[in-house]
């Protein structure tokens, strides 16, 4: 199975920024993003297949957050601009396929990732 490794969480204040990033072992169909508040189910974030790095985003946070990867590094990242506390919790990524059909985003995880905790907080 696929390894999947996410890094760069921490304590940012209100209008900061972060970059995460997501890195696969071996290769992949795609990558998505999640995050998970506290208290609430997980939500997918964002969703970049491997062949030709084409990215949806299936939350409402895309007006916020971007995706963007580094091939030779097999990494995924994703940009987290003007955070609010609203933000707080842990990010994964995860292995896995997904496909966009009547603009709801839809995904298949096979790997999650080790989760990194953002927390948006002054």
């Known amino acids: 199975d696929v390894q999947l490794q996410a890094s760069g969480g921490g304590l940012v204040q209100p209008g900061g920024s972060l970059k995460l990033s997501c890195t696969a072992s071996?290769?992949?169909?795609?990558i998505s993003w999640w995050r998970q508040a506290p208290g609430k189910e997980r939500e997918g974030i964002s969703c970049t297949t491997s062949n030709d790095g084409t990215t949806h985003y299936g939350g409402s946070m895309k007006d916020r957050f971007s995706v963007s990867r580094d091939i030779a590094k097999n990494t995924v990242y994703l940009q987290l601009n003007n955070l609010e506390p609203e933000d707080t919790g842990v990010y994964y990524c995860a292995a896995g396929a997904c496909a966009l059909v009547n603009n709801v985003l839809y995904y298949e995880v096979y790997n999650w990732g080790r989760g990194t905790q953002v927390t948006v907080s002054s």
């Open positions: 071996g290769p992949t169909v795609a």
